[in-house]
């Protein structure tokens, strides 16, 4: 079945640094999406990216999907401590028996030291 | 709108004791789905439905029951509760299975099964 790796699993980063997380798939993807989750909290819907080498941007949050569909990631440029959290990507099944079902990656867990 | 509603927030069984986890939605979402998240582990799709009377089986179904006669209502049952179903659960809801819509996600039911 489909499978999504997102590395790293764990992210330390003094306030004002850069984060970065990777989400990898086994198989083609029709869309991504991105949550965040915060400290004992639920994830929350960040955004979906559709095409191919899509690049979006919220504020310090750079979002982008791979040019096979198959791959993305999430930069945050001068990370907050208001950025800490796990990050998770949500890959939808382009095909196949699995077509449109949703797999979350393992999630990137990120500190921010002030 | 209250969103997706689970109760109760903590929960602690004793092994072999059942339970039913609910789950219950105000946004006329037809898809929702429930899902178990362990440290290192993700979120992993336990059941869902695509609407009322549909059901199906995730990645980690064994050991939990689901049904669907309502749109708004999609309760998680343990029949026989194992020290391995120690976890935090997450009933989630979606606009559709297709629709590329986020997923709206519930506070989670902490539960310890001893």
């Known amino acids: 079945g489909q499978q999504v790796m997102q590395i790293p699993q764990y992210q330390h980063v003094q306030e004002g640094e850069d984060f970065t997380t990777y989400c990898n798939s086994s198989t083609t993807l029709s869309n991504i999406q991105w949550y965040k989750q915060r400290p004992g909290g639920h994830p929350v819907f960040l955004i979906q990216l559709v095409k191919s080498g899509e690049v979006k941007k919220q504020k310090r949050l750079t979002f982008q999907f791979g040019e096979a569909k198959k791959n993305s990631s999430l930069h945050i440029t001068a990370t907050q401590t208001t950025d800490v959290g796990t990050y998770f990507c949500?890959?939808?099944?382009?095909?196949?028996?699995?077509?449109?079902?949703?797999?979350f990656g393992q999630g990137t867990i990120l500190t921010v030291h002030p | 709108n209250a969103g997706v509603t689970q109760t109760p927030k903590f929960q602690v069984l004793k092994t072999g004791q059942s339970m039913t986890l609910q789950c219950a939605q105000d946004?006329?979402?037809?898809?929702m789905s429930w899902y178990r998240q362990d440290p290192g582990m993700g979120l992993r799709l336990i059941h869902y439905s695509v609407g009322a009377g549909i059901t199906d089986q995730g990645e980690v179904p064994n050991g939990y029951n689901v049904s669907r006669s309502t749109t708004e209502d999609f309760p998680l049952r343990l029949l026989s509760a194992a020290p391995s179903q120690t976890s935090v659960y997450f009933c989630?809801?979606?606009?559709?299975?297709?629709?590329?819509?986020?997923?709206?996600f519930g506070d989670g039911t902490r539960l310890s099964i001893l």
């Open positions: 949500a890959g939808r099944n382009a095909g196949g028996t699995s077509y449109g079902k949703l797999t």
């Open positions: 946004m006329n979402h037809e898809y």
């Open positions: 989630a809801s979606s606009y559709d299975l297709f629709s590329n819509q986020p997923q709206h």
